[in-house]
């Protein structure tokens, strides 16, 4: 069964903090994906790697960095938070040349 | 520009009636096709995809390409049935693009 793990459900930050949210899949999956999901507008990719240290820009890249040293691990960087990323932030992961989708729970990140 | 239109944010029907969510999609090529679902408190997880052909949990859905249409349909709604549904387009390169979302309520 795959297994995507956020490193946190709830996340209360201040505005200009630096924050990271970690995402971590067990099925040796190739593609990650980051997404923000807000109510009316779905689900937004923000950032995806296809591998080890490749990184694509998303839909709605600005504000957010990301990271993937190992295969298993994709981080999501806000440099400088602000106000309008607070939102519901899931992490997916696919096998190579696969469609389907495996998400993982959220995170939910308030900025103050 | 590939885009996935759930028209309907909010439906509510009765248990045992049917239902149907909308989905329309604007896509150039042959598309692929996905709906998602999100039970109270649980992870967004795959319903189904229409390459698959296959019924999940009572639901179907067929692709009409004339219409660009992608709707899901279950004949008696369950209230287990509650959850936040989302269509989805893969635009190539594993890449997926959502629908807005519609929130189905079962009323018992």
């Known amino acids: 069964d795959v297994k995507v793990t956020q490193s946190s459900r709830y996340l209360v930050k201040r505005t200009g903090e630096k924050v990271f949210l970690e995402c971590v899949q067990d099925m040796d999956h190739e593609n990650m994906f980051w997404y923000r999901q807000d109510p009316g507008l779905g689900l937004r990719l923000i950032y995806f790697?296809?591998?080890?240290?490749?990184?694509e820009k998303g839909d709605i890249p600005e504000g957010y960095s990301v990271s993937r040293e190992k295969k298993e691990r994709f981080s999501l960087i806000l440099e400088s938070a602000s106000t309008n990323q607070t939102s519901m932030y899931l992490c997916a992961s696919s096998p190579a040349w696969e469609d389907t989708q495996y998400f993982g729970p959220g995170t939910r990140l308030t900025v103050l | 520009a590939q885009r996935v239109t759930q028209p309907e944010k909010l439906l509510s029907v009765f248990k045992g009636a049917p239902v149907e969510l909308k989905c329309n999609y604007s896509y150039s090529g042959s598309p692929e096709l996905f709906w998602y679902v999100q039970y109270s408190r649980q992870r967004l997880q795959l319903l189904l995809r229409h390459i698959s052909r296959e019924s999940i949990k009572g639901f179907t859905a067929d692709l009409n390409k004339g219409e660009t249409s992608f709707h899901l349909k279950k004949p008696f709604a369950q209230e287990e049935d509650s959850a936040m549904y989302y269509c989805?387009?893969?635009?190539?390169?594993?890449?997926?693009?959502f629908g807005q979302g519609t929130r189905l309520t079962i009323n018992p």
């Open positions: 989805a387009l893969s635009r190539g390169a594993q890449k997926l693009v």
């Open positions: 790697s296809y591998d080890v240290k490749m990184k």
